[in-house]
């Protein structure tokens, strides 16, 4: 069983920045593929960021079109967190954004979030205008 926690949402004005942390629990972190997902209210879930594995210390990652440029997916593997650093936000990115993580060793994790079968409680992030 896998526990995720996210932290460091809150309220931003627009071109500000923040960064999510979301850590696990699990000893085979590393083998996990980890994605960031978000829900604006009344929308649906959507996908944001996601991370491969990470071995041999290569790792691979991909993003929306929506945040490509502004937002960047890391993980450590040494503390079991992956990370959501996002620049330049815009009010479009207000939103509920949790951490989901999925077993997956390939070099090509999903964006479907039927995919993940781990998933954080959410963490709120507000940019202002």
């Known amino acids: 069983q896998v526990q995720l926690v996210e932290s460091g949402g809150g309220l931003v004005q627009a071109g500000g920045s923040l960064r999510l942390s979301c850590a696990t629990s699990?000893?085979?972190?590393?083998?996990?593929?980890m994605g960031w997902f978000r829900q604006a209210p009344g929308k649906e879930r959507e996908f944001v960021a996601t991370?491969?594995?990470?071995?041999?210390?290569?790792?691979?990652?991909y993003y929306a079109d929506s945040v490509k440029g502004r937002f960047t997916i890391s993980r450590d593997n040494a503390k079991n967190t992956v990370y959501l650093q996002m620049n330049s936000l815009k009010p479009e990115d207000t939103a509920v954004y949790y951490c989901?993580?999925?077993?997956?060793?390939?070099?090509?994790?999903?964006?479907?979030?039927?995919?993940?079968?781990?998933w954080g409680q959410g963490t709120q992030v507000t940019v202002s205008s």
């Open positions: 991370i491969s594995w990470s071995a041999p210390s290569i790792y691979y990652a």
């Open positions: 989901a993580a999925v077993s997956y060793t390939g070099n090509y994790p999903p964006r479907e979030n039927y995919a993940y079968h781990y």
């Open positions: 699990g000893r085979t972190f590393s083998t996990y593929a």
